[in-house]
């Protein structure tokens, strides 16, 4: 049973970087056919998809957010991570990472599973 | 790169039968077989229900079906109970290596 969880910190200055960790079990996030994702909620919002990373290293951001966002492949423990520089208070959302699986069409389909998200708040 | 439209809620009676609309364009949902669904709970994590615009997760009941036409996709639930109270979003590729979601829809189980 594959399996994320998100850790990090729930508050973050305005300005400064946000940094979490998704750590996957039940699964390798060195095989293929795999991307990292991170997707995000803002209160009381809908779902907005971050990016993704795969197993490759190679990754691929939301337009709105490419300047700032960082996703990348952790050194150890089946891990990837997320950074987020010069938040605002609308960066404060629910943050939960995904296995996105690969089809036919060489791009993700769809996302699952989930992690059970971590809340960050931007303020001071 | 916009949201993808859905109704903000929608209610129905259990038993009967509901369907939640994603209203993209052509450069997402009507451009590829690639919309996915996913059912929510409040605190809870999103849950895939739909994957492919027409297929089906193992372990996801088959009250739950999907479909397609032209910009708009569509979920439907049919024989409402009242565990499918909650949220639902689509999400589609969006092209260039992109994906959107839609706003979500407050489902209501009378």
């Known amino acids: 049973q594959v399996q994320l969880q998100e850790s990090g910190p729930g508050l973050v200055k305005p300005s400064q970087t946000l940094s979490l960790t998704c750590t996957v079990s039940g699964d390798s996030i060195s095989s293929g056919g795999k991307y990292w994702s991170w997707i995000r909620q803002r209160p009381g919002q809908g779902l907005e998809w971050i990016g993704y990373v795969y197993y490759t290293g190679s990754s691929f951001y939301n337009p709105s957010l490419e300047s700032r966002v960082t996703i990348s492949l952790g050194t150890s423990n089946n891990q990837f991570s997320l950074k987020l520089t010069s938040v605002t208070a609308a960066d404060t959302a629910v943050y939960y990472c995904?296995?996105?699986?690969?089809?036919?069409?060489?791009?993700?389909?769809?996302?699952?599973?989930w992690g059970q998200g971590t809340l960050v708040t931007v303020s001071s | 790169q916009s949201a993808l439209t859905q109704p903000a809620s929608l209610s129905g009676s259990p038993g009967q039968s509901i369907a939640i609309s994603c209203t993209g364009t052509?450069?997402?949902?009507?451009?590829?077989?690639?919309v996915s669904w996913y059912q929510q709970h409040p605190g809870k994590a999103p849950k895939l229900v739909i994957y492919?615009?027409?297929e089906r997760p193992s372990g996801v009941s088959d009250r739950f079906s999907g479909s397609k036409s032209g910009n708009t996709a569509s979920l439907t639930i049919s024989g409402l109970q009242a565990e499918d109270e909650g949220d639902y979003y689509c999400c589609s590729y969006a092209g260039s290596n992109t994906w959107v979601f839609g706003g979500g829809t407050k489902l209501t189980v009378l």
């Open positions: 995904a296995r996105g699986t690969g089809t036919v069409f060489g791009v993700v389909g769809w996302f699952d599973p």
């Open positions: 492919e615009v027409t």
């Open positions: 052509g450069s997402d949902v009507a451009g590829y077989q690639l």
